[in-house]
């Protein structure tokens, strides 16, 4: 496997769980009870930069939500399918993972010179453009991680659902200590409604990393939707004692329903 390079990382939930832990607290996780959305919260995208390439600083959340994620009217849907058919050119994703026609030469400087300009676009909010930019970072390198990270990201914000957790899958397979992918991949699993496996993923997070304390918010929530009270309120001290802190809607909804004392 390509070794993978020391990125800087904005870890990003994907700007529709990120609203879960401020709004979706009173009867499930499709139920917006909260304040709405702040446009920061509803920027935040995925940005990843490899060192040593200079001049390309960029500021992490500073890109919305796709603007070809939009909706189309009947008469562009037709349109907007070969567009996407188009970017993921060479890519299958109909068996769970990623399955990659590669270029006739492995080229892993090409491969990451993609994969930036991928980052650029997103954050632009060009996403079919970035689709099709890590599509040939992974051309060039079938074993690069980190784009089928990006990969399954922009998906992700182009509603491309089941096409995301092959992506995310396949980063996890490629390299099974890479925690943002598997955590972007706990999240997207439970968008998805698969709720064990994500929180199965979420649990291999914080066995991974026992310090990430958006892991533990995570599991706190979706333990309190389980009715597991025990393991919400383990997580939300696990939380705690990061100095993260958790939704005070959900801290609430939790201490009327489940209380700590009673547990």
Known sequence: MLPRRRLTIWTVCGFTMLLV?????????????????????????????????????????SAPPSAEAATTTPGQTNYKRARFATAISGLRFDTGVVEVEPFAEYDADVSWTRFEEAAELVEAGRGLKAIGAYRDSIRWAPDLADAYNGLGMTLRLENKISEALAALRTAVKLDPAFVDARFNLAITLWMNGESAEATHQMQQVIRQQSDHALAHERLAIWSYYAGEAQAAWRHVRAAQALDHALPPQFLALLETRMPERLR
């Open 21 to 61: 832990g401020s709004c979706e607290l009173a009867t499930g996780p499709d139920v917006a009870v909260g304040p709405a959305a702040s446009p920061d919260e509803l920027r935040q995208v995925l940005a990843y930069r490899a060192p040593g390439r200079p001049g390309r600083p960029g500021t992490p959340g």
